[in-house]
T-cell receptor, first 112, second 109 residues
Framework: EAQVTQNPRYLITVTGKKLTVTCSQN?????MSWYRQDPGLGLRQIYYSMNVEVTDKGDVPEGYKVSRKEKRNFPLILESPSPNQTSLYFC???????????FGPGTRLLVL | QKEVEQDPGPLSVPEGAIVSLNCTYSNSAFQYFMWYRQYSRKGPELLMYTYSSGNKEDGRFTAQVDKSSKYISLFIRDSQPSDSATYLC?????????FGAGTTVTVRA
């Protein structure tokens, strides 16, 4: 089954404790992206990757890191999480056209 | 000012009614215009996308783009309770995507 998976789905952590949210797709997609969704603000793009070893900032990259060492994986790293990073995070992928993105199920993060 | 503006609603309509959703945008470099549907506690799923000004139909859904006015719309005909969801408009400038805040729609049986 073609899908985008994210882990963990739910995470509660404390300020400053490094964490990684994994994202994996099995569709051989070139393009992958991370978003955060907050009430009233909609989805905002954090980082995106056009292919292996090629990444770029979205609209809200501060406090986040990404890497793309394999085509199927695109982890999101929070080196020192803060409460304002409490949000619902989505990973998405597509073949290359951003108009047909497939989204993962989301990761709900709470930073205390 | 946000690049993409979307009325958050909520919008409540009776079953069978036409649902009308719209977004305005300010960036004339936007190329593709998409509509996503998001059910509660789920990831967004793509409904339709268009590239040029005009209408595009897919079953009960019609997407409309007016680039001269920087305005896009989504119409849902013969709405069903299963259409109750949040609808997000999105548009891209090369590899960067911008989303509207989403409109929550409830279709009453």
């Amino acid at each position: 089954e073609a899908q985008v998976t994210q882990n963990p789905r739910y995470l509660i952590t404390v300020t400053g404790k490094k964490l990684t949210v994994t994202c994996s797709q099995n569709m051989n997609h070139e393009y992958m992206s991370w978003y955060r969704q907050d009430p009233g603000l909609g989805l905002r793009q954090i980082y995106y990757s056009m292919n292996v070893e090629v990444t770029d900032k979205g609209d809200v990259p501060e406090g986040y890191k990404v890497s793309r060492k394999e085509k199927r994986n695109f982890p999101l790293i929070l080196e020192s999480p803060s409460p304002n990073q409490t949000s619902l995070y989505f990973c998405a992928s597509s073949w290359g056209g951003q108009e047909t993105q497939y989204f993962g199920p989301g990761t709900r993060l709470l930073v205390l | 000012q946000k690049e993409v503006e979307q009325d958050p609603g909520p919008l409540s309509v009776p079953e069978g009614a036409i649902v009308s959703l719209n977004c305005t945008y300010s960036n004339s470099a936007f190329q593709y215009f998409m509509w996503y549907r998001q059910y509660s506690r789920k990831g967004p799923e793509l409904l339709m996308y268009t590239y040029s000004s005009g209408n595009k139909e897919d079953g009960r859904f019609t997407a409309q783009v007016d680039k001269s006015s920087k305005y896009i719309s989504l119409f849902i005909r013969d709405s069903q309770p299963s259409d109750s969801a949040t609808y997000l408009c999105a548009m891209n400038d090369d590899y960067k995507l911008s989303f509207g805040a989403g409109t929550t729609v409830t279709v009453r049986a």
